[in-house]
């Protein structure tokens, strides 16, 4: 399975912008997907996840009402919507998924097994 990622850039504080993350190789139809970020000197960390199935979305606190989650089942494909971002949005981001994950397992990056190439979000204060 391979993950492409794309979207990413540089953006004033306030703005927006769109990942896009699609997968090849394998139809996703269970598990999650879901998009983590990494900025220097931190632990790459949740941003959010949706259940493949259902279509439920899940958040860190610091996006919620901000970030929005979807995936698109017949381009086997996910997006994340990223409003009124901030500079502390600055980071890689990078898509992930798993289809067999498990909801406990979704919130850290080692329970994946599927990973994008990371593309950068530059948000200026």
């Known amino acids: 399975v391979q993950l492409q990622a794309s979207g990413g850039g540089l953006v004033q504080a306030g703005g927006s912008l769109r990942l896009s993350c699609t997968a090849s190789?394998?139809?996703?139809?269970?598990?999650?997907m879901g998009w983590f970020r990494q900025a220097p000197g931190k632990e790459r960390e949740f941003v959010a996840a949706?259940?493949?199935?259902?279509?439920?979305?899940y958040y860190t606190d610091s996006v919620k009402g901000r970030f929005d989650i979807s995936r698109d089942k017949n381009k086997n494909a996910q997006y994340l919507q990223m409003n009124s971002l901030k500079p502390e949005d600055t980071a890689v981001y990078y898509c992930?998924?798993?289809?067999?994950?498990?909801?406990?397992?979704?919130?850290?990056?080692?329970?994946?097994?599927?990973w994008g190439q990371g593309t950068q979000v530059t948000v200026s204060s």
């Open positions: 949706i259940r493949w199935s259902s279509g439920i979305t």
């Open positions: 992930a998924a798993d289809s067999s994950l498990i909801l406990s397992s979704i919130w850290h990056w080692s329970h994946y097994d599927y």
């Open positions: 190789g394998r139809t996703f139809s269970s598990g999650f």
